[in-house]
């Protein structure tokens, strides 16, 4: 937020510099529109704009108007540079193999940190690892050509890896899945063939960010030591799934993600000092552009790193020639250096957040701030809420575009993590710098950072229990674009006094009429609910009603602690009967210390299945901290309670050895279990697939259920003779928004549809219980209730 608060105020006391703005934007838009669709849009843009820019200057239509004869140069430009790597792209040698997924060998060098894949395989860790192509060898042939490759691989041998060195990997070609100059996915299952030493300014980064790692960890609460090297050097490595998605619900995950607030917030430290030490402004240019270098290798480039670095060569170029700096220009010279640089980042999510933020905070927030200092605001709270409300107005539209939704809670959460962020930012770099040389002193400066980042955790996890707070809105293009017309509109208006009065009334009056609504949700959790299905995105976490209250059983936890954790709260959950995990896959046991913390639990509880061996220790773990007994589950076991009986139905084979990296397999070792309960009998499949599925049928037990949870998320992989052996009359789906598996099938939903059975998805309608009818009811001795506000797609 310091970092914010010194770009505010640079535009403060005279006229903003727009002159470039538009050849900048030009330029943007025009790669966008290159990039997205293809490269002949591209060429016709190019060759459209080229002839208007010739032909204005020939007839001398733009004498008198540079900023127009800027706008067409520099778009022409920018189409040309667009189509050149789109044309490469659409001609590369990897693309035809990996539309036919061929067995490919490739030699590459690593652009970036591996980066772990939440969410993604099930009990198997994986990083994401971009890489600029060397060499490609398919089918016999070989090439040797560049381009971008992004390879999806085991944790286990890569996540140490480090940009700059060179790989061979073996694995199956995929195409992208984005549209950014990629030109196809490697996905390998096995360690690198051959691993080259990295550069030695790589080694060092690496080294300093190790010895950050170690001393946060020796100092700090797990928690707090995954989050001070996120913020500070943007190292995630450690960073806790709870962690991560509070962060995300609060809207503070901008801060996980190295910014230029970070860069400025260094910088401006280091300026400060050479000032006081009365250099002169060429020395103080010159060091303070290799820190700059340092920090962005130290912090890697990511595109708002990049962009805050080219700002702040812009300035300090200025600094070092005796010119007055000026924020605007700057940023749109980095718009225009990194657009013709890397056009991909044109289409980055990230880059235009930080632009759209950066611009905001130039433009908006010095007036806004001026007019609330005006009002008796102190100075440094003005300049807080300016900046904060400037930034989050500014990239709604992007955030709902992306996101489809918009969280109001999240302009709070960021006014009180603003004093934490530039202690424990500078601690942490303190701490990186000193770390290989002097562990202890770093591990002084890891101790002061920890009450500001636990701070910050605090704000996080508060900001996130305050459930549902976010507000859905439209996805894509048209959601970014009705927001951003609804937010002019309202600037407009809010010009004109009478107008804005009867918003700020209508404001208030929604304000006390949703506010209490989001705090405390109406009608939930549902009278006489027996079964509920978590939102918890892309997993299980099934909860049922033991008929002692604040008593259940749990079955399964989800990918994440505070998401089981929050659901378990809303109903009112105090303590665990049994808590029992399906299967050893993350996305049903990660968020097992959410569901276990401050709740008395009797046992935790797994089938004969033991792979993956690390998640079987985690969930042991687990348990024991809690003081839980752990124990397994055979099929034939009937467990009960007041109003509630679990048969344990499957597996039915006996347990052997599996591979932990067989989905199938491991899912097919999943815990079977039918519930009795007060509305009719609940079949609980796990993740069980096509081979479990046909031994429960020819087992000859009674499978039929008046309510399924339908077995892996609903995949295509759900036999036809299982669901007649079921012929549920209601359909419970544990599926995550935009998960990128294909859950659940369309096919298969229709067709449950078609038989009559009421068919509920979690991604769609959140949370969803089962509850049961009146006694008196002749028609049903079920129904369905979904609270609604289901968790946005996670990209």
Request: charge should be neutral.
């Amino acid at each position: 937020m310091t970092g914010a608060r010194q770009l505010a105020r640079a535009g403060t006391g005279q006229p903003a510099d727009l002159r470039l703005v538009p050849a900048a934007t030009a330029a943007w838009l025009v790669v966008v529109a290159a990039v997205a669709p293809g490269p002949e849009i591209g060429t016709a843009l190019g060759l459209a704009i080229a002839v208007l820019a010739a032909a204005g200057t020939a007839v001398g239509w733009w004498r008198g108007y540079p900023v127009v004869l800027a706008v067409t140069g520099c778009a022409a430009a920018a189409a040309v540079v667009a189509a050149v790597h789109g044309w490469a792209l659409l001609g590369h040698p990897l693309r035809e193999p990996a539309a036919r997924g061929a067995a490919a060998e490739l030699r590459a060098v690593l652009r970036d940190d591996p980066r772990p894949i939440r969410g993604g395989f099930p009990g198997a860790a994986q990083v994401a690892v971009p890489a600029e192509l060397v060499a490609a060898t398919v089918a016999g042939e070989r090439w040797i050509s560049g381009g971008r490759v992004l390879i999806l691989a085991p944790a286990a041998g890569w996540a140490g890896l480090l940009p700059g060195q060179e790989v061979s990997a073996s694995g199956v070609l995929a195409p992208p899945a984005r549209t950014d100059l990629t030109a196809a996915v490697l996905r390998v299952r096995g360690p690198p063939l051959a691993v080259a030493e990295p550069p030695w300014w790589q080694s060092a980064a690496g080294a300093l960010r190790v010895g950050l790692r170690d001393a946060a960890a020796d100092t700090l609460s797990p928690a707090a030591a995954g989050l001070l090297p996120g913020l500070t050097v943007g190292d995630r490595s450690g960073l806790t799934a709870e962690v991560d998605a509070d962060f995300r619900t609060a809207g503070l995950s901008h801060l996980l993600a190295v910014s230029g607030a970070n860069l400025a917030i260094i910088t401006g430290a280091l300026l400060w000092l050479l000032r006081r030490a009365r250099a002169d402004p060429r020395l103080v240019a010159v060091v303070a552009a290799l820190a700059v270098v340092g920090f962005v290798v130290l912090a890697r480039p990511s595109p708002s790193v990049l962009r805050a670095a080219v700002m702040a060569g812009v300035v300090l170029l200025g600094l070092a020639l005796g010119r007055a700096r000026s924020a605007m220009p700057a940023l749109a010279v980095a718009v225009l250096v990194l657009v013709f640089a890397d056009p991909a980042l044109a289409v980055d999510a990230g880059f235009a957040l930080s632009v759209t933020a950066t611009a905001a905070l130039v433009l908006v927030a010095p007036g806004w701030a001026a007019a609330l200092a005006k009002r008796r605001v102190p100075v440094p709270l003005a300049e807080a809420i300016a900046v904060a409300t400037a930034a989050c107005l500014a990239t709604a539209p992007l955030v709902a575009a992306l996101a489809g939704a918009v969280n109001p809670a999240s302009i709070v959460a960021n006014l009180l993590v603003a004093p934490a962020v530039p202690v424990a930012t500078v601690l942490g770099v303190i701490a990186a710098l000193l770390g290989p040389i002097a562990p202890a002193v770093a591990r002084v400066c890891t101790w002061l950072a920890g009450p500001p980042i636990e701070w910050m955790i605090t704000v996080a996890d508060r900001t996130a229990a305050v459930d549902g707070f976010a507000l859905t809105w439209p996805e894509g293009v048209g959601g970014g674009l009705l927001l951003a017309a609804v937010l002019i509109g309202l600037v407009v208006l809010m010009r004109l006094r009478r107008v804005r009065a009867l918003l700020l009334a209508v404001a208030l009056g929604a304000a006390i009429v949703l506010v209490p609504t989001r705090f405390v949700s109406v009608g939930w959790p549902p009278a006489g609910w027996v079964v509920v299905a978590c939102d918890v995105g892309q997993g299980d976490a099934i909860v049922l009603a033991t008929g002692e209250p604040g008593w259940a059983v749990l079955v399964d936890a989800g990918p994440d602690a505070g998401l089981v954790d929050a659901c378990l709260t809303r109903l009112g959950v105090q303590a665990l009967a049994l808590v029992v995990l399906t299967h050893l896959h993350v996305d049903h046991t990660g968020g097992l210390e959410g569901a276990l913390r401050g709740r008395p639990v009797g046992a935790v509880a797994v089938g004969p299945g033991r792979e993956p061996v690390r998640t079987l220790r985690a969930a042991a773990r687990a348990a024991a901290a809690v003081e839980a007994r752990f124990a397994e589950l055979r099929a034939g076991q009937r467990l009960a309670w007041p109003e509630l009986v679990l048969d344990v139905l499957g597996p039915r084979r006996a347990a052997t050895a599996v591979d932990p990296d067989d989905g199938t397999a491991v899912n097919d070792t999943s815990v079977v279990l039918r519930a009795t309960t007060p509305a009719g009998a609940v079949l609980l499949a796990g993740d069980v697939e096509l081979a479990g599925q046909a031994d429960l049928v020819v087992s000859g037990l009674d499978l039929h259920a008046d309510v399924l949870k339908l077995p892996h998320h609903g995949s295509r992989s759900t036999g036809r003779e299982f669901l007649r052996a079921v012929a549920p009359r209601a359909v419970l789906v544990s599926v995550g928004a935009g998960n990128p598996y294909g859950h659940p099938n369309r096919a298969l939903l229709d067709e449950l549809e078609r038989t009559g059975a009421t068919v509920r998805r979690t991604d769609v309608s959140g949370d969803t219980a089962v509850v049961a009818a009146e006694p008196d009811s002749a028609e049903s001795r079920i129904g369905i209730v979904s609270r609604g506000s289901p968790l946005p797609a996670r990209r």
